[in-house]
């Protein structure tokens, strides 16, 4: 039988990279260069499942692919909660004092950023933590470092010159598993829970009405972010995580009532929660 094909957005050793090997031990991950190209490769049928991350306990959501989901017409099948360490890795030759600069994504540069400024390191964005180690690797320069995973100093043959550097102890990342179809891939079902997204019309007081609905129909509201709705000025779609079921009476009666008020609703799942 041949192997299903799961996209992840980075390279090995990228933290995407290692929920992919988590989730489908047995299947064969993918490498794309960017969050757009890892979603479409989906979408077109290239590869079967998609593994991006949706937000970190730290440095909050990743808003680009918050926006995939809400254009496109990808489904959530589970979401995965990685805990992360950020550490510094140098060239075999290096030192912590050695170093002038670190690479990393934006995302891991916040992370360690009481660290970085102690150390009055430059900061070097790089698309991914991995790609970060990959190109000091191959820079090899005792001034340059990374900061990744620890796994990723051994596949680039980088030393672990700092370990832990991330400010939070509680740092985790969590990854939705997307694919084509409606369903679960039946991981972590302790806590059933959807994700919902919705616009409001442009007056006073809109946004609390779909909150009260959702709150009357005792469904708990864990997360509300909002993001600027592309093509609307000052205007935006709201993104809720709640826990429960959307695919019951109550749940269906809630939908329904939200329609009515909202001129847009999107329900991503459902997915189960680690």
């Keep these: 039988m041949d192997k299903k094909r799961i996209a992840y957005s980075g390279i090995e050793g990228a933290f995407a990279h290692t929920v992919a090997g988590k989730v489908f031990p047995d299947e064969q991950p993918v490498s794309f260069k960017s969050f757009r190209e890892t979603y479409d490769s989906v979408v077109n049928g290239d590869c079967d499942y998609a593994v991006l991350p949706?937000?970190?306990?730290?440095?909050?959501?990743?808003?680009?692919?918050m926006d995939l989901l809400f254009e496109g017409d990808?489904?959530?099948?589970?979401?995965?909660?990685?805990?992360?360490?950020?550490?510094?890795?140098?060239t075999?030759?290096?030192t912590k004092e050695s170093i002038k600069k670190?690479?990393?994504h934006p995302k891991a540069l916040e992370q360690c950023d009481e660290y970085i400024r102690k150390n009055g390191y430059e900061v070097i964005p790089s698309s991914n933590t991995a790609r970060a180690a990959r190109e000091v690797a191959r820079l090899n320069d005792d001034s340059i470092a990374a900061i990744a995973a620890i796994e990723t100093a051994a596949i680039y043959g980088l030393k672990v010159l700092d370990e832990q550097i991330n400010e939070s102890g509680d740092n985790t990342t969590r990854f939705v598993i997307l694919s084509r179809n409606m369903g679960s891939i039946?991981?972590?079902e302790k806590e059933k829970s959807f994700i919902l997204f919705f616009t409001v019309p442009d007056s006073a007081g809109a946004l609390i009405?779909?909150?009260?609905?959702?709150?009357?129909?005792?469904?708990n509201m864990k997360v509300l972010h909002s993001r600027p709705l592309?093509?609307?000025?000052?205007q935006y779609y709201f993104y809720v995580e709640i826990e429960g079921d959307h695919e019951t009476d109550k749940g269906e009666n809630m939908k329904r009532e939200l329609t009515e008020v909202c001129p847009c609703i999107k329900?991503?799942?459902?997915?189960?929660?680690?």
């Design 267 to 274: 329900v991503l799942g459902p997915h189960n929660c680690r």
């Design 102 to 104: 670190v690479f990393s």
């Design 230 to 234: 592309k093509g609307h000025n000052w």
């Design 186 to 188: 039946g991981l972590y």
């Design 54 to 65: 949706i937000d970190n306990s730290y440095s909050g959501e990743v808003t680009d692919v």
């Design 209 to 219: 009405v779909p909150l009260q609905i959702i709150a009357r129909y005792d469904y």
């Design 92 to 94: 075999k030759n290096s």
């Design 74 to 90: 990808l489904y959530i099948n589970a979401l995965y909660s990685l805990p992360v360490t950020q550490n510094l890795l140098g």
